[in-house]
């Protein structure tokens, strides 16, 4: 159990620190939550070409004070410094409408380590983007984030309403996240195993469907030619076409995960940039091509997670109740920020050890905090 402190002394964080954007804010909003002190984040996305708060980011503040009966000073459009400070942690049905292409995974990775330590169960409408770039998919949340995050007791569910795309947005998720009865357990993944199986999805929204087709082949002939072992492993990628009224705008991606011998749980996704004001489309060949790149590359590390898990693992292993270890691949800007902000907003200290030039062993004895 964390030791007593003064939990409610107002903390600052320098939003401009290492990755310098949304990252900084979800992490220290969370702990800010979590840990029942207030926290003031200046110089929010401050590494950003349009630095400040932006639709997605202040919905996931405004939700998440919600669920903490908390109060949000500055909050608004484009602020570069707001205030968040917690009240309880309550249960219950939220909602959200970004009103952008603005990801809605974002908010989930926001409030859902806040969730966990709710009185009861926790339900969420969240209205925005599903499928975009530069931010998980939800295919990847469900088949890639949960079943790892399971490890530590996190319980949650995922149900896709309807699909938003880049730049209308106006998808929707259903999603449950069910509180824990004492401490979130530690976790260790050192061992990679054999690969066993590759399963993915295809989606593709009001465009021909051949598409789907000649990226799930790219994936598959990439995996068959790279894949360690591949000769023995099952591939399965499934396609899924959608239109209005299941998704809004027109776009396509693959998400692809992979599961071994010891239990390890890697993805990878790319995301096609049609639709973009009016630019040309990713190549359907290309989309499949970098996703199987992208799991080969980590596959062959031998890393327990992928690059895109590595951050959210950080916030879980902190919190949990004894040492928890995971071997990944060089750390990403992402992981380095979450460990940073961590190790400011609460007592937890992270080690980094190198195993070799391309494999890194992530530490820490979690704090073991338990819902109050």
């Known amino acids: 159990m964390v030791s007593k402190m003064d939990q409610r002394t107002l903390r ?17 909003a969370a702990c800010a939550v979590i840990m029942q002190h207030p926290v003031t984040i200046n110089k929010i996305r401050a590494r950003r070409s349009a630095p400040g708060l932006k639709s997605q980011h202040l919905k996931g503040l405004e939700v998440l004070c919600l669920i ?15 205030t968040v400070t917690p009240g309880p942690i309550n249960a219950g049905h939220f909602e959200a409408d970004i009103q952008t292409a603005g990801s809605v995974m974002l908010i989930i990775q926001l409030v859902l380590p806040c969730c966990l330590y709710a009185p009861g169960p926790t339900s969420l409408s969240l209205r925005g983007g599903t499928d975009t770039d530069m931010a998980p998919p939800v295919d990847y949340t469900k088949n890639v984030f949960a079943p790892i995050a399971s490890k530590f007791g996190v319980d949650m569910s995922i149900d896709v309403t309807r699909r938003g795309f880049f730049p209308r947005g106006g998808g929707e998720i259903q999603a449950t996240i069910k509180n824990i009865p004492g401490s979130l357990t530690a976790v260790n993944l050192l061992e990679f195993g054999k690969v066993l199986k590759v399963e993915g999805v295809c989606v593709i929204a009001d465009l021909p469907d051949h598409l789907a087709d000649t990226a799930i082949d790219a994936a598959r002939a990439t995996l068959q030619r790279g894949l360690p072992g591949a000769a023995d492993v099952h591939i399965n990628i499934k396609k899924e076409v959608t239109s209005y009224p299941n998704a809004v705008g027109k776009g396509f991606g693959i998400v692809l995960w992979l599961r071994t011998s010891t239990d390890v749980v890697l993805g990878a996704t790319c995301i096609s940039k049609a639709g973009k004001r009016g630019e040309r489309g990713t190549p359907a060949d290309v989309v499949g091509v970098e996703a199987a790149q992208a799991l080969i590359e980590d596959c062959k590390l031998g890393a327990c997670v992928d690059r895109h898990m590595q951050d959210q693992m950080i916030l879980l292993m902190g919190l949990a109740a004894g040492k928890s270890s995971v071997v990944c691949g060089p750390l990403t800007q992402h992981t380095l920020t979450a460990i940073e902000i961590m190790q400011q907003s609460t007592p937890v200290k992270f080690t980094v050890d190198k195993m070799n030039d391309s494999l890194f062993k992530i530490s820490c004895d979690g704090i073991g905090m338990k819902r109050s």
Do not use: F, M, P
């Not at 620190?17 to 949304?22: S, Y």
């Not at 903490?68 to 707001?82: P, T």
């Open 12 to 28: 600052t964080i320098d939003g401009s620190l290492l990755e310098g954007g949304g990252q900084v804010l979800r992490v220290a």
């Open 68 to 82: 903490c009966q908390g109060k949000l000073a500055g909050g608004s459009l484009n602020s570069a410094e707001v």
